[in-house]
């Protein structure tokens, strides 16, 4: 039996206003201590997952980021399912459950509330795991707590008897006199806390409620969709209603547990004041008792000749009221939305769309990017540096022929976009280095020169190859008037092809010489020299990658593409075999997508769908960023997060978006926006830009690499396209003019 403990962070608290607000309701806020309660429950709740279980936590969709990032700074992972918009807890259970089943039938669930106080975590946790044994066999168990008073602020259970027992009732929250009355007849006070098997639950849920769990079931995402996954929009149809009146009031299999732990739901003011721990932020009392202040850095409290107050400050609005009036704070909330609904949440700083990116974006290009690394980064010779430091000085490196061939096709491709600097005289100066220094009299290029220009290395990579090919195709469409453009690339393409053996995939040089890499630029260039006007050649080359591609670089099953393979373009032994890079499933996605529309082939358009997806599962969650490297497995093999994924996210869900419909195209175009402010972490005002992003937070200090600006570029051109083609507000003329 494993146990899938749920926490539900439903719920506004309303009567903590103004502390507790939509936006960032009570669970998220420190009441009782220095921890949030929502981290005090994960912390209280997590170790019962144990090694065959997992923890679920079940929010809205507005409060992801308190999610993640709170989760986060507790370093415990859970299993993250977002409501689309707020349904009660039937349908929240529901849910958990229905994950909880599919990846385990025999699952027990643990549904606790996201915002109470229980001190002693270990009491809980033996509770809970007392009441396993009859949930496994189909009961409904609900925590009874032993009443210190006779709230009115909670529900009462009525036990047929003592310790683990069936329900004979359950009732509302009473007045004052029949809480007494209650308590007297051996009532237990209604916890909300539920232990279940995910079967029994859906049985009950299917017998008393079934409109609710047919919802869900539609909503539930595919496996493997992520640790945090936002259900479907079918979410929206169940019913409104709680798991109390959906199932507990009508089932046959309740029980409650007598517990005698502390514990308080923390509902009111007043019970904040009781924990002993809500205050927070400086006051000064003079002749004042009972009183609780919470107050934000750098305001002062002071109060005198008060009692059995609650003073709650925040930047717009200051509560004091009678801690025994706690439980009207909500009167005071009903009043703020007919005078001041402005008061009701805290104001929000919007997150940039894609349009203002877009905009942002091409100012950044065409004022600060292109004239550093046009002027900086490119001496009178024309040879490209291969890194610019954070100050802008050009460091002495060996010079790499890929990077020379992709500053070549930064600058034709801002000529094609409209760049008014000297774009043509940046190329052609390029180019003139290219043919002198890199290309050997077979036509192939070496790799790398040392900064003086002396060859350092003659090996002919494919990689480099397909870069100076794709450099070329760039040069010819952009109108650079160089009769010999098109007759180096064919010379080239030649030569690599008479090494190649007849069928199948080209051989690289070096450690890797079956991979998919050099494939994916070699598919770009030939794609490129399509568009520029090339011989068929360039079309029967592009289709033998995407053949290649669709039966052996791209998992049939999985429908992930690999790094490394065997001379039989199997899957590489060991570690190399499993490697699945985030970034290469966007890329390869993004010219899967270009050629299934350029084609009419849908099986190609279906791959790279399937790619777009499993690229998702690499996508981190605090930040949101693409990271470096995931295994076969789909499990994460590198935290870390180099800037160029987070440009082939952008691409891909661009030219994607263009071809989807309706809700899969908007969540396309926000994947877009999200993935462009991805890509703003790392670059700088003055046009450089960080490349890698720890895992710890923080990037490497190291100089800007010339070689993401192809990367960049290749971006921002994507979104001029998709701005045209969309017609997007904002985007439609957006460009470098």
Known sequence: MALYPVIMCGGAGTRLWPASRPSRPKQFIPLAGNRSLFQETVARVAPLAGKDGRLIVVGGLRHRDWIVEQLGELEIAAQVLLEPEA???????????????????????????????????????????????????????????????????????????????????????????????????????????????????????????????????????????????????????????????AVMEKTSRASVLEVDFAWSDLGAWDSIAASGEGDTGQHIFEDSDGCLVRAPDGVLVAALGVRNLAIVVEDDAVLVCDLSQSQGVKKIVERIKATSPRHLDFAAAPREGLAEGAVRFADWMRLKALPIWSSLGQSTSGAFSEVLSLDGRALSLPRRARVQARQIYVYANAGMNGWQ?????????????????????????????????????????????????FALSAARSAGIQDPTLEARAVKLRDALLAQAPET????????????SNAHMHLLEACLGWEAAGG?????????????????????????????????????????????????????????????????????????????????????????????????DDGTVRSRRARLWPQTEWLKASLLLAETATDGERQRLMDDAATALRALWLYLTPDGLWRDKHLPQGGFLDEPAPASSFYHIAAAFGQLVETGRAEGIRGMSNIGLS
């Open 421 to 469: 600097g000297p774009w043509r005289c940046i190329v052609q100066r390029g180019l003139d280095r290219l043919y002198a220094d890199y290309l050997r009299p077979d036509g192939l290029c070496r790799t790398t020169l040392t900064p003086e220009g002396v060859p350092l290395d003659e090996t002919a990579y494919l990689y480099d190859q397909a870069f100076v090919l």
């Open 87 to 245: 349904r009660d807890s039937a349908a929240a259970m529901a849910a958990a459950a229905a994950w909880a089943q599919r990846h385990d039938p025999k699952a027990v669930t643990a549904f606790v509330a996201s915002d109470h106080h229980i001190p002693d975590h270990e009491a809980f946790r033996k509770a809970v795991i007392a009441a396993a044994g009859p949930a496994a066999e189909g009961r409904v168990v609900t925590l009874g707590v032993t009443p210190t008073e006779p709230s009115q602020a909670y529900g009462y259970i009525k036990p047929s008897g003592r310790g683990l027992t069936a329900v004979d009732a359950f009732v509302e929250k009473p007045d004052r006199v029949q809480a007494q009355a209650y308590i007297d007849a051996g009532y237990l006070w209604n916890s909300g806390n539920f232990i279940v098997s995910a079967q029994a639950l859906i049985d009950e849920l299917a017998r008393h409620a079934p409109g609710v769990l047919d919802a869900v079931r539609s909503a539930l995402p595919d496996e493997g969709s992520g640790a945090v996954q936002t259900l479907g929009a079918g979410f929206a149809g169940s019913p409104r209603i709680s798991i109390d009146y």
């Open 504 to 515: 199948g995939g080209l051989i690289e040089a070096g450690d890797h010489p079956y991979q």
């Open 535 to 631: 011989d068929a050649g360039w079309t029967a080359l592009a289709d033998r990658v995407v053949d290649l591609a669709l039966t052996k670089f791209i998992d049939a099953e999985g429908g992930f593409l690999r790094e490394f393979f065997g001379p039989d373009w199997s899957p590489a032994a060991g570690g190399d075999g499993r490697l699945v890079e985030p970034g290469h499933q966007f890329e390869w996605a993004w010219l899967l997508a270009r050629v299934g529309r350029l084609r009419g082939r849908a099986e190609v358009t279906a791959a790279a769908q399937r790619l777009y997806a499993y690229g998702r599962r690499g996508i981190a969650e605090r930040p949101m960023i693409a990271m470096d490297a995931l295994n």
